[in-house]
């Protein structure tokens, strides 16, 4: 079997895309492949999810997260001297574990993994959406440094063997590489409980970030709570981030409970009656998939990407247009206001998480693998 190093710089901690790749490893290494994970940041720090013990974790202390929160002037000076040690750790290491494909998980390092001549097959899987870098909304010097690098990301996938995307209208906007394909993300299993949609609860699961939006759904539930069923409804907030404290102000008098993110979420899906997402840009959300699979009808704005992959709109939730604070709050409160759409959108939900099984999804993994 073939030996496969993933690279992700920062640190292996609790985010959708090292819960994905946590996942991913397992299954691979209970295959028969090697599966090495690297890092740049994790410090010594404990991985957020359980990995194999067959699976090995490098780091190689690049420390590009000191520069988090400078200015650009920090950054344009030492951002450099850090990718350059980046480049050369990460291919003393290769060099030295002699894989047979590496895999990019598009975090810094997708500029110079193709160039490396050490005969293993080169794989970039992106996890966020073609516009994410022009999504961060930043204005004069850092605006034109995310323009530029978008412009290069289009041109630096082609120079892998194999480029993976999550969604169809993702694929898109790439404009369908020639080396390029979708592979969406999986479950680990679907869970043999669902829920009965009589909690009264409607739930955000994510970081309180500019990226996930949480502040405008504060403003929907707004307009919730004046409704006389809304009275009777609680929003519940799982998650935590650099917003928290600005959210908790905002949601005085409101019926909201905030909890800080759960290691085991079932309780927690188990509990919840809708599910909203009102993120600016996405790349495959796993709450949506995780929702379905609870049989949790959604409500989500149609950012880039993945909710249009995920949901069908009218049938297992509602997608509204990007930013219309009114239009989610009126899709809720459908919901809210009529039980049975409720749960006849939840059953369908439930019907279409099927696509996200793990064994489908990996075999993709698999075949791709092996075809290189």
Known sequence: MKKIIYTIAGTYRSAGMERVLADKANYLVSHGYEVDIVTTDQKGREPAFDLDPRIKTFDLGVNYEANNGGSFLSKLTLYPL????????????????????????????????????????????VHFSRFKRLQYDRSGLWAMADKLRSRMDVRRVKAFDRFVVLTNEDYGYWGRPKNGGVIPNSLSSLPSETS????????????FSYQKAPDRLIEVWRRISYLPEGMDWKLRMVGDGEVTELL????????????EPQKDMKKVYLDASVLVLTSRYEGLPMVLLEAQAFGIPAVSFACKCGPADVISDGKSGFLVPEGNINSFATALAKFIENEDLMRSFGA?????????????????WINLFESL
């Open 82 to 125: 850090k990718k350059m040690r980046h480049r050369k750790r990460l291919k003393a290491l290769i060099a030295r574990e002699k894989p047979d494909i590496c895999v990019s998980m598009f975090c810094g390092d997708e500029g110079f993994l193709p160039k490396f001549r050490d005969g293993s097959k080169k794989v970039l899987e």
């Open 196 to 207: 009965k949609l009589d909690s009264k609860t409607v739930l955000f699961v994510g970081r």
């Open 248 to 259: 908790k102000k905002r949601a005085e008098g409101l019926n909201i409970e905030f909890l």
């Open 348 to 364: 369908e939900a439930r019907k279409e998480s099927a696509r996200w099984d793990r064994e489908t999804i990996m075999t993709q």
